[in-house]
């Protein structure tokens, strides 16, 4: 195939309808990986794959997921991901290289094939995303208009709180933000803090049924980028702590080389109740699964209020996740 680079705003994928269907017919036709589905309240469909779940248990088993339904970069990049190594291309047809915008090495990807286990959950609330109004948030609407979108709007126009679980007939919203997701006519929930969402309930049966080495949860933000270590990360045993500190570190270093501005690793809200908060999320779930949280950068930069083209949250979303492959394959 003559060399092509890829297209970003042509590989972008957010909503399910530019995925979903492609994703289940990559697998069906390549035969061997797994498909994953649920269905939420009112009938949207989560789903993913998992590869290299077939023979010897492989050394590596990677979990990525994205949780929040107004940061879609995540999804773009872990679609790509998927694309490449279920038909050898990006989403817009495009050959895999080490270079150019979305790079890549056939080094890697013969590892990924050889010692991964790797399951890829673009987007686990479906639902959210199909009410976002926009495929990408690119700094066009002001932080506070974005955010309105992403949380909602309270009954006196204000920007609406932050909930793990909400219902109507406590909190009359006057709009529910796309970050929630409905379970029935009255209860929400936000999918990365409630045990009742359809993110949660995926990642433990996959844990059950995987038992990830590692979980990279993507997400996207509007301040620089960042790494953030888990609520319990101060508990870890000593080498479980710096290996995901040196995971980070993998992270940080690829984005400083790919000239993307970071401010660094670091356990957030830490000493506050909300940490606390988020080891009684993860209690007792996913024993042994390393964790590790990436903030790549959204809509508008809070301290310049710079816009983020789609091309750069995209390329920072792929350097992630592709400098956590890297560090996982060069480890083992
Ligand atoms: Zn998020």
Redesign the pocket.
């Known amino acids: 195939m003559e060399y092509r680079e890829p297209i970003l705003a042509e590989c972008w994928v957010s909503h399910p309808a530019e995925w979903q269907d492609d994703l289940a017919s990559w697998v069906a036709a390549s035969g061997v990986p797994v498909f994953h589905e649920w269905i939420q309240y009112g009938g949207s469909r989560v789903c993913g794959v998992t590869l290299g779940s077939g023979g010897a248990e492989r050394p590596v088993r990677l979990l990525a997921a994205v ?2 339904a107004h ?1 879609p970069a995540p999804t773009a990049a872990l679609v790509n991901l998927a694309s490449v190594l279920l038909r050898g291309c990006f989403v817009d047809g495009s050959p895999v290289s080490a270079d150019g915008p979305l790079p890549i090495s056939d080094g890697l990807i013969r590892t990924l094939r050889q010692r991964f286990l790797l399951t890829l959950l673009p987007d686990t609330n479906s639902q959210g995303r199909l009410g976002s109004p926009r495929r990408t948030w690119d700094g066009e609407l002001t932080n506070d208009e974005f955010l309105k979108v992403a949380f909602g709007e309270a009954a006196d126009g204000a920007r609406f709180g932050r909930y793990p679980e909400w219902s109507w007939s406590v909190h009359r919203a006057r709009k529910a933000g796309v970050v929630y997701e409905q379970l029935d006519e009255e209860a929400w929930v936000e999918p990365n803090t409630s045990r009742r969402s359809t993110h949660t309930r995926a990642v433990d049966e996959l844990y059950a049924r995987y038992r990830y080495t590692h979980h990279l949860d993507m ?3 509007e301040g620089d980028e960042a790494t953030l270590y888990s609520a319990d990360f101060d508990d870890l045993p000593p080498a479980e702590l710096a290996e995901v500190e040196a995971w980070g570190a993998a992270i940080r270093s690829a984005w400083e080389a790919a000239g993307i501005r970071h401010k660094g690793g670091y356990v957030p809200y830490r000493g506050l109740p909300r940490q606390q908060f988020f080891r009684e999320y993860w209690a007792g779930r996913c024993p042994g699964m390393l964790r590790l949280t990436t903030e790549t950068r959204n809509n508008r930069h809070i301290p310049t209020d710079e816009p983020t083209p789609l091309e750069r949250q995209f390329r920072s979303a792929w350097t992630a996740l592709t400098a956590t492959l890297g560090f996982l394959a060069a480890e083992r």
């Open positions: 949780p929040h940061e997400h996207q933000h």
